[in-house]
């Protein structure tokens, strides 16, 4: 059975940092791309970031700069990707989720509030 599981979501000032983690299961996960994406209340949901097998990142334009996705590949086909989240800011707050673009496969999210 395939699953996402994030972590790392919290409660943090504006200019502060978090690291989400999702932990991919039941899959063969090494050969796929990994993303994160995110939703704030009333919006589109959005592409955060993304990263190949061969780790070549993509990152959405309000991100690049503050945010870095990595994974690691385990041999196992448990796979992990993370998302250091740096310099944050009011308007990162959402859900943000995990998933393999293409494919139905949603983590259930964690929170991100950047909040004073």
């Known amino acids: 059975q395939v699953q996402l599981v994030e972590s790392g979501g919290g409660l943090v000032q504006p200019g502060g940092s978090l690291k989400l983690s999702c932990v991919a299961s039941?899959?063969?996960?090494?050969?796929?791309?990994m993303a994160w994406y995110r939703q704030a209340p009333e919006k589109q949901r959005e592409l955060v970031a993304s990263?190949?097998?061969?780790?070549?990142?993509?990152?959405?334009d309000s991100v690049k700069g503050r945010f870095t996705i990595s994974r690691v590949n385990d041999v196992n086909h448990k796979n992990t990707v993370y998302l250091q989240m740096n310099s944050l800011k009011p308007e990162d707050t959402a859900v943000y989720y995990c998933?393999?673009?293409?494919?139905?496969?949603w983590g259930q999210g964690t929170q991100v509030t950047v909040s004073s």
């Open positions: 039941g899959g063969f996960f090494s050969f796929n791309t």
């Open positions: 990263i190949t097998s061969g780790g070549s990142t993509n990152y959405g």
């Open positions: 998933t393999v673009p293409g494919s139905p496969y």
